[in-house]
């Protein structure tokens, strides 16, 4: 069978009433930015639910590539295009039976007669279509309940499309659709992970990471910016907002809080977040937490780090165990770069006991009485670096900050 059609499902996003052109629309922006702009030869046609992506010379598999990584879509099936003639039909359908690289032993027809103008009834084309494969094929016989290949014949408006494979896409909501978060996005497994959910249920995202040069290295900062790029090869974009963290953590420490050290650095953290994330109309920060996993994601500590935002917290991965996080990561692309020797910010202060169970009153008179800690704040978010990242480029500077740390 000559594939020159992918049949792009759109699910539950034909569900949404008023708002389903909306979604369309946010679907097709997604598809030129990461399908169309690399296949610039393909066009397309939509119907309810469809689109059809016709590849005019394109290579499929690249084509296909491309459409999984597109959120929203929930599956796809690469077609032949024929002629709205029932030879043409029967044609293209017997040679998509012969094109499964082994012949079935069993299988049967389906008919999505859109076009009503067709002049066969649906009933009438299973007998026509599914009895030229049985002459021409002796030892194949039909099964309508478990058959090992399916023809599936679409009779649309202009043209007939045959195929026998569908496979699942990304599923979601086309990116943006939802409104814009903020990425707390560490060297880590689990906060791509998350940022890659997120980006799934129509989140646009930004990504804030803290690095704390010189302790931190070049080695580090490279994996940071190698992990948002993977995760734009899903958006086509991502800004990289990178915060120098040294000066508040190094303070802290001379603070001599050290069992609550995390939970002062990551409510500092959340902070700044909300700061960057006010002033990119950002209405939610994203987190890589799980319960449990370490002594910041015990229930309280949680409480007591989260309190430190007004914004919305979203965490992902709050209940899933990591061996399913670790799974997320390597379908993703993630996982290899996340598993890196490279230090990060965290793990550089981290104390022999860190607190499990902080006290939020004991937390907030210490942090009252930093009488610097507001003016860091302020320093940090206004000395950070912004990067562009795009998927066909490592990264590019789009603001630095006051001092660039390399």
Not at 3 to 21: A, P, Q, S, W, Y
Not at 42 to 67: K, M
Not at 120 to 139: D, K, S, V, Y
Not at 192 to 215: C, D, I, N, Q, T
């Amino acid at each position: 069978m000559k594939t020159d059609t992918i049949i792009v499902r759109l699910g539950e996003l034909t569900l949404k009433g008023r708002n389903r052109r909306r979604f369309e629309m946010q679907m097709m922006h997604q598809l030129k930015m990461l399908v169309f702009k690399a296949y610039p030869r393909l066009t397309s046609t939509s119907e309810f639910g469809r689109i059809y992506l016709q590849l005019n010379g394109e290579p499929y598999d690249g084509v296909a590539e491309a459409v999984a990584k597109v959120f929203g879509l929930t599956s796809y099936s690469p077609a032949a295009s024929t002629e709205l003639t029932l030879e043409a039909v029967r044609a293209a359908a017997l040679e998509a039976i012969l094109a499964i690289p082994v012949l079935p032993k069993t299988f049967r027809v389906t008919v999505r007669r859109a076009n009503k103008s067709f002049p066969h009834a649906t009933p009438e084309l299973l007998g026509l279509i599914g009895g030229h494969i049985l002459r021409a094929i002796p030892e194949i016989k039909v099964d309508v309940h478990q058959p090992e290949a399916e023809v599936t014949v679409d009779i649309r408006s202009d043209s007939a499309y045959v195929f026998t494979e569908s496979h699942p896409g990304s599923g979601g909501y086309p990116l943006g659709s939802n409104g814009k978060a903020v990425l707390m996005l560490s060297g880590g497994i689990d906060s791509p992970v998350a940022g890659w959910l997120a980006m799934r249920k129509g989140l646009k995202l930004e990504a804030v990471h803290f690095h704390s040069y010189p302790f931190t290295s070049e080695r580090a900062r490279q994996k940071v910016i190698d992990l948002a790029q993977t995760l734009s090869v899903y958006s086509g974009s991502l800004k990289l907002h990178m915060v120098s963290f040294t000066d508040i953590q190094t303070k802290l420490k001379q603070a001599s809080v050290d069992n609550l050290m995390i939970t002062l650095m990551r409510r500092a953290m959340l902070r700044i977040v909300e700061k960057i994330a006010g002033q990119c109309a950002a209405g939610a920060i994203v987190t890589g937490e799980s319960l449990g996993q370490v002594a910041s994601q015990t229930l309280p500590s949680l409480n007591v780090i989260g309190s430190a935002a007004s914004l919305p917290m979203l965490r992902p991965l709050i209940m899933i165990d990591k061996s399913e996080i670790i799974r997320m990561a390597e379908q993703i692309g993630t996982f290899e770069l996340s598993i890196l020797p490279y230090e990060d910010c965290c793990t550089l202060f981290l104390p022999k006991s860190p607190s499990t169970n902080p006290n939020i009153n004991l937390v907030t008179r210490i942090e009252q009485s930093l009488d610097w800690l507001d003016e860091a704040l302020d320093e940090a978010v206004k000395g950070r670096e912004v990067l562009t990242i795009n998927m066909e480029s490592n990264e590019q500077t789009d603001i630095a900050g006051i001092d660039s740390y390399f």
